[in-house]
């Protein structure tokens, strides 16, 4: 038999794994971003915000994880009930917020150095490359959404 609790706590670590998928693309933009200041030092802030929408995968992946702790922690401590059902559950929204990040991390892992040498030549360009690497976020806040949905199912 399967322990509820175990799945859920498999659940939560498991969510962790979004800061791998921010690792990616951050991994690949700050390498671009060290090339970038050092040409032209006053891009540094609007490289930084470039970065920042990578930092953001690994957020969300821990505000899931939080929600999922403050709905188990009574289980955990012998008040309430956790079935296997809602392990289950745990199980499906870390992995819909896994496989949402990676999507999105491999969309910015191409798109970050891309945008920042672009910026480079060409600092006009900078809100038309954000809104396309806020596409590739977007994948990771639909999982977000979906996670949300499925932990509003466990009480």
Do not use: C, R
Not at 56 to 70: E, S
Request: charged share 10%; glycine share 12%.
């Amino acid at each position: 038999m399967v322990d509820s609790l175990l799945l859920g706590i498999i659940g939560i670590a498991g969510t962790m794994l979004t800061i791998l998928g921010a690792g990616i693309p951050l991994a690949k933009g700050v390498q671009a971003a060290a090339a970038a200041v050092a040409e032209k030092q006053k891009l540094n802030i609007f490289i930084l915000i470039y970065l920042a929408l990578a930092e953001a995968l690994a957020i969300y992946g821990l505000l899931i994880a939080f929600v999922m702790y403050t709905k188990i922690s009574g289980p955990l401590q012998g008040t309430g009930e956790f079935t296997v059902t809602h392990g289950y559950i745990y199980i499906g929204a870390m992995f819909v917020m896994v496989v949402s990040n990676l999507g999105a991390a491999i969309t910015l892992s191409k798109g970050e150095p891309a945008a920042i040498g672009s910026i480079t030549a060409n600092s006009e360009v900078f809100t038309p490359n954000l809104i396309y690497l806020g596409l590739g976020e977007a994948l990771a806040i639909y999982g977000l959404l979906i996670a949300f949905i499925l932990l509003s199912l466990v009480p």
